[in-house]
T-cell receptor, first 114, second 110 residues
Framework: NAGVTQTPKFRILKIGQSMTLQCAQDMNHNYMYWYRQDPGMGLKLIYYSVGAGITDKGEVPNGYNVSRSTTEDFPLRLELAAPSQTSVYFC?????????????FGPGTRLTVL | GENVEQHPSTLSVQEGDSAVIKCTYSDSASNYFPWYKQELGKGPQLIIDIRSNVGEKKDQRIAVTLNKTAKHFSLHITETQPEDSAVYFCAAYPGNQFYFGTGTSLTVIP
């Protein structure tokens, strides 16, 4: 099991560019999450999904889009990158109910927008 | 939405001493409280969790306590070791998404 994988590990974007952060899990988990982590701050939820074809907004969804066409993949799309989107992005997954399962995190993608 | 506050933001202890990190939450619907350890350059990893129907849980050198009335929960690490040095996050789950504290950077001095 690779667990939760994320690509790329690092990326520098220019203002206005777009990119997709990839996330995949091989544990057949239903729930998947995208978080951003800013220095000195906790993780903020951007979007989450409870299964293929179902997504919902978290605390900070503006400037991002997601899709979930398969159980395994949950890509995060940044359109028109802005300096405020400079952050470390983490993808996570868990099987079912949060209080009976462990939430597994990927290694993160460090994004800089200049 | 839920608001989770975490203190202190930094903590230094001598090896072998205990460390305590405290969190408060605002939403009485929160029923699950995990703690995560994040090492440099890695994603957070669950180290212990507690449900709202339990007051205390222990796993070897780490323990978590929960006071539902006061809406606060704490992480206790005893006999600290240098490998405990990391950033620790608390979180609360009111049933739809996780809300995280701002993290505590723990340094264990050999």
């Amino acid at each position: 099991n690779a667990g939760v994988t994320q690509t790329p590990k690092f990326r520098i974007l220019k203002i206005g560019q777009s990119m997709t952060l990839q996330c995949a899990q091989d544990m057949n988990h239903n729930y998947m999450y995208w978080y951003r982590q800013d220095p000195g701050m906790g993780l903020k939820l951007i979007y989450y999904s409870v299964g293929a074809g179902i997504t919902d907004k978290g605390e900070v969804p503006n400037g991002y889009n997601v899709s979930r066409s398969t159980t395994e993949d949950f890509p995060l799309r940044l359109e028109l990158a802005a300096p405020s989107q400079t952050s470390v992005y983490f993808c996570a997954s868990l099987n079912g109910q949060a209080y009976t399962d462990t939430q597994y995190f990927g290694p993160g993608t460090r994004l800089t927008v200049l | 939405g839920e608001n989770v506050e975490q203190h202190p933001s930094t903590l230094s202890v001598q090896e072998g001493d205990s460390a305590v990190i405290k969190c408060t939450y605002s939403d009485s619907a929160s029923n699950y409280f995990p703690w995560y350890k994040q090492e440099l350059g890695k994603g957070p990893q669950l180290i212990i969790d507690i449900r709202s129907n339990v007051g205390e849980k222990k796993d070897q050198r780490i323990a978590v306590t929960l006071n539902k009335t006061a809406k606060h929960f704490s992480l206790h690490i005893t006999e600290t070791q240098p490998e405990d040095s990391a950033v620790y996050f608390c979180a609360a789950y009111p049933g739809n998404q996780f809300y995280f504290g701002t993290g505590t950077s723990l340094t264990v001095i050999p």
